[in-house]
């Protein structure tokens, strides 16, 4: 069966610090991945997806990044936070199917 | 532009009641639906789908309702339990490839005892 993994679970950073979360899956080949943010009382906003190796897009201009080193592996970084890069930050994936998977989440707190 | 919008970010229903979350679309390119169920720092689960060529998916206490000329979906949720207590965000796909889905910004349920 398939398994995705996030972490850290919850991080609280100072504005200005660099940032990497990381997302793995296991159990599955080639799937597209996704990096979300969930704002306070906000809904799921899509930052970028990946469907192959290397392969990036982005859906939001922001102060984020995101690489796919390997099949199973989705970074999402940033060289200098802001205070408004806090929220919950999820991980997805798929492959055949349209349902996505969502991983356990990382809270980030920017103070 | 929010092209999949939830108008009650919050519901409160008896237990053992029927539930009833709606989610409203613009785009008539949409071809498939999906319920997601939330609780508070964990990730979204899928409940359940529908495609665009049926109008009823049912799966347990689940149901979903699409109407397409309406742009209107809703989730049924028959006879609603305290564990239901959460969040739904509704999510549609199929105009913008990669398996992409666009998201509403979710209404809370309450599931009062």
């Known amino acids: 069966s398939q398994t995705i993994h996030q972490w850290p679970a919850t991080l609280v950073q100072p504005v200005g610090s660099p940032l990497s979360l990381e997302c793995t899956v296991e159990?599955?080949?080639?799937?597209?991945l996704y990096w979300y943010r969930q704002a306070a009382g906000r809904g799921l906003q899509l930052l970028f997806y990946s469907v192959g190796i290397g392969q990036i897009s982005s859906e939001v201009p922001q102060n984020l990044s995101a690489s796919r080193p390997q099949d199973r592996q989705f970074i999402l970084s940033s060289k200098k936070l802001l205070l408004s890069d806090s929220g919950f930050y999820l991980c997805?994936?798929?492959?055949?199917?349209?349902?996505?998977?969502f991983g356990p989440g990382t809270r980030l707190t920017v103070l | 532009d929010q092209q999949v919008k939830q108008n009650s970010p919050s519901l409160s229903v008896q237990e053992g009641r029927i539930s009833i979350l709606n989610c409203d679309y613009t785009?008539?390119?949409?071809?498939?639906f999906l319920w997601y169920k939330k609780y508070p720092a964990e990730g979204p689960t899928f409940l359940i789908s529908?495609?665009?060529?049926?109008d009823k998916n049912e799966d347990g206490r689940f149901t979903v309702f699409l109407n397409k000329s309406a742009k209107h979906l809703s989730l049924h949720i028959v006879p609603s339990q305290p564990g239901d207590s959460a969040v739904y965000f509704c999510a549609a796909s199929g105009i913008q490839g990669a398996q992409k889905l666009v998201f509403g910004q979710g209404t809370r349920l309450t599931i009062n005892p």
């Open positions: 785009n008539s390119m949409f071809d498939y």
């Open positions: 529908i495609s665009s060529i049926k």
């Open positions: 997805a994936w798929t492959s055949t199917t349209v349902s996505q998977y």
């Open positions: 159990g599955t080949s080639n799937p597209n």
